[in-house]
């Protein structure tokens, strides 16, 4: 079945401080993949996502690509705000053939990476 | 346009107590999908609705869970009777089948449940 391993937190950081988190998955056929971020007493956010080999996703200045080769989609944040302290989870999905159109199917995560950024 | 949004925000009950949790999808969203996050582990899928209908409850952990959604809009999880080990905080997600492609899902608040 599908898995996502995930960087194991928490990971604190200075402002302006480069961040990676890493994530590798394995799964059979062709994933989406995504970054979602849970903001203090909110629920998750999509922050990125990529729907083939060599896609970069990006959004708020972070980035992440989409290694086949490797099985993996880290995330990088080349600048960190104090804004940017939340959980971040990497999932991917297979794609579904619906009645009336496609979409995604059921999201696999990994286990969450805190992040807090300190100023 | 309103958020998902999911009833109650925090429930806690005790072992062998039945609760009833409550999602409601952003308007015309077609897939409703339920998912559980036990004690900071991973988010856990539980089932997926299209419409009214049961798309793929693998998820589901046992026939203690029962999940409905009469009339393709709002959905109910019950759980009967809760155990120890259902305590956790339960999301929501809606994301819509027509229109373009590889749709978002969108995620509720989620219901933090502790079982005593």
């Known amino acids: 079945g599908n898995s996502v391993t995930q960087m194991e937190g928490p990971v604190t950081l200075s402002e302006e401080a480069f961040l990676t988190i890493n994530c590798t998955y394995t799964a059979t056929g062709y994933p989406s993949l995504f970054w979602y971020v849970q903001y203090p007493g909110e629920g998750l956010q999509l922050l990125l996502k990529a729907t083939k080999a060599d896609d970069k996703g990006s959004n708020k200045g972070f980035e992440a690509t989409y290694r086949k080769e490797t099985t993996s989609f880290h995330l990088e944040k080349g600048s960190v705000q104090v804004s940017d302290s939340a959980v971040y989870f990497c999932a991917l999905s297979d794609n579904l053939r619906v009645a009336g159109g496609t979409s995604y199917g059921k999201l696999t995560f990994g286990q969450g990476t805190i992040l807090t950024v300190h100023p | 346009e309103a958020g998902v949004t999911q009833f109650p925000s925090h429930s806690v009950i005790e072992k062998g107590q039945t609760v009833t949790l409550r999602c409601d999808p952003i308007?015309?969203?077609?897939?409703l999908y339920w998912y559980r996050r036990v004690m900071g582990k991973e988010i856990k899928f539980l089932l997926h609705?299209?419409?009214?209908?049961?798309?793929?409850e693998s998820g589901m952990p046992n026939n203690r869970f029962l999940a409905e959604r009469t009339g393709g809009t709002y959905s109910t999880l019950k759980v009967q009777p809760a155990e120890l080990e259902d305590s956790g905080v339960y999301f929501c997600?809606?994301?819509?089948?027509?229109?373009?492609?590889?749709?978002?899902?969108?995620f509720g608040p989620g219901t933090r449940l502790t079982v005593l």
């Open positions: 308007s015309g969203h077609d897939n």
């Open positions: 609705f299209v419409k009214e209908s049961k798309q793929d």
């Open positions: 997600a809606s994301s819509p089948i027509a229109g373009s492609a590889y749709n978002e899902q969108f």
